[in-house]
């Protein structure tokens, strides 16, 4: 049964999987993030306003009264409304790996993390457990990577929430141009997923190079066993057992230790 409690483990294998903790925390700034991309407004040099789209979400803009009879304008991420955006082959594509990268990644990690605190992950089970894991880090960073389409899909090249963001504005916002690019620009969320698909690769590699901790050898006391015989005057035989006891020693080692001496005090043919 696997022994449960963290202990001290060596520094360099702790390595994977903080880097894939790292990996994974981008990973959902950059999958769930409503500021995956940007468009900003043209012609307008002062305080220009800003779209921003993510994967699933957008950044949406509401207004609320104040008791004082202020405006104040609250920025939320909210999910895209039925039929007002045409989502594509890529855009699918992009949802799709960034929905596996967060299963496998988060699942993996959970698991490279558990395996500091089970002490029979350790040794040959150790190393099996990081080449797993190794190809699955570069699987999430390959997935990780492809949710990059999303910069060119029709999320990017023709986003109808930007047409329908625009027209709002423009009853809304003093000094509003109503111009945006016809392309987008990364944002906060796309870097997130650059610096994920690195730290992933990093992980993969660590995973691959660093060497597990090896189990803690069983150890066994060895003991020097002399039997000395001695014949009496009236022609009894006495045999006297002398033990001496040794220091722990691992077992493969204690298999050379092990003697046992015959020292005799009658003939040889008498030894017993």
Known sequence: MSKMGCYKQPPTY?????????AFILCLFGSTWCKFISFTELNNT???VTLSYGIWNYLGVSSRQTLSGETVYMESCNYYPDNSVSVD?????????????VIIGGLVTFWVVLSWCIRSFRGDRAKSLLRCAAMMY???????GLTLLLMTSNACYNNGMVGI??????????????EF??????AGGGKATIAAVVMWFLAALAALKVEPPQPDPIMVESHNVTYTKNQQADGTQVVTET????????????????????QEGAPADQAV
């Open 165 to 178: 963001t625009a027209t709002t504005l423009k009853n809304s916002v003093v000094n509003f141009s109503g």
């Open 181 to 186: 690019p016809t392309t987008c620009a990364m």
């Open 138 to 144: 570069m699987l999430c960073c390959l997935f990780q």
């Open 46 to 48: 002062t305080d220009p």
């Open 14 to 22: 702790l390595l994977p999987g903080t880097l894939a903790i790292i």
């Open 243 to 262: 033990v001496v006891k040794g220091t722990p020693v691992p077992v493969n080692a204690a298999n050379n230790n092990n003697e046992t001496t015959v």
């Open 89 to 101: 082959t890529k855009w699918r594509s992009a949802r799709a790996f960034s929905a596996l990268t």
